[in-house]
């Protein structure tokens, strides 16, 4: 059997990079995926079609997570979804992934870059596990898609930085909050990973060579090297993991 087998899944920020690896790879170990995105709706449809072509099922959600009223809407196509697909509205997996960066050294920081960057890559995460737990079974799991940014100085997106710390320090106290119900949280810190929101970083031969140099394997790394890391904090076997902050990035700056 499928290590998912019977469960369902929301990943946010699914439509592309890390985020449709985790969707596809949860899919593939047997789980009903809820794939978010916020507007590249082509993008979402791929990863939907790369799923149903490996014979996994999955669902779409639109919804803006850094505006008003986002999450809610999420939750509330989430319950309709899911109860489409036959799985009611429990929620046994929530990654939270969606995520926008902001390169921006201290003198260049802008009220409105801050406002956006935390609204989405912390103060939605809140009330998205939030609203998750009210769905979720005892021995359910919330994976938190962190940076190695908040292990690793990097000032030239220090709002970014800081944005993806406070989620580690809240995915530590949400572990404590809900060990009672044997649900565990734990957050995947990816270091450079070859995706659209590093593009402008890899543009030559020489800057894509400089990033992979940060890791001790001396490669970018790939969607599906983060993915089967959540993949397996997703599954029983992880059951005795919580309140960890995972490093994925292949050893960065060891």
């Known amino acids: 059997m499928s290590a998912l087998a019977g469960k369902t899944a929301l990943v946010t920020g699914a439509s592309r990079g890390i985020g449709r690896g985790i969707a596809q790879k949860l899919a593939q170990d047997g789980a009903v995926v809820a794939v978010h995105f916020r507007e590249d709706e082509r993008a979402a449809e791929g990863t939907l079609r790369a799923i149903r072509d490996s014979g996994g099922r999955a669902f779409a959600i639109r919804a803006d997570l850094g505006a008003p009223g986002g999450v809610e809407s999420l939750y509330a196509q989430f319950d309709t979804g899911a109860a489409r697909h036959g799985t009611g509205s429990g929620l046994d997996v929530l990654v939270n992934n969606a995520g926008v960066?902001?390169?921006?050294?201290?003198?260049?920081?802008?009220?409105?870059?801050f406002d956006r960057i935390f609204a989405v890559n912390t103060k939605s995460l809140v009330f998205m596990a939030q609203?998750?737990?009210?769905?979720?079974?005892?021995g359910g799991r919330i994976i938190n898609v962190s940076s190695a940014a908040a292990r690793i100085a990097y000032p030239e997106s220090c709002v970014y930085s800081m944005s993806?710390?406070?989620?580690?320090?809240?995915?530590?106290a949400l572990a404590k909050e809900v060990g009672a119900?044997?649900?565990?949280?734990?957050?995947?810190?990816?270091?450079?990973?070859?995706t659209?929101?590093?593009a402008g970083k890899r543009r030559t031969k020489e800057a894509a060579a400089e990033l992979a140099s940060w890791s001790v394997f001396d490669r970018l790394g790939q969607p599906s090297d983060v993915a089967d890391i959540?993949?397996?904090?997703?599954?029983?076997?992880?059951r005795w993991i919580t309140?960890?902050?995972?490093?994925?990035?292949?050893?960065s700056r060891l």
């Open 101 to 113: 960066s902001g390169s921006a050294r201290i003198d260049e920081v802008t009220p409105e870059l």
């Open 196 to 198: 659209d929101m590093n």
């Open 131 to 138: 609203r998750a737990l009210k769905r979720m079974p005892d």
């Open 164 to 172: 993806k710390g406070a989620v580690d320090t809240f995915t530590l």
């Open 230 to 238: 959540v993949a397996f904090l997703a599954s029983e076997s992880s």
């Open 181 to 194: 119900r044997a649900i565990t949280v734990n957050s995947v810190r990816p270091g450079f990973v070859e």
């Open 243 to 251: 309140g960890q902050c995972i490093d994925a990035s292949g050893g």
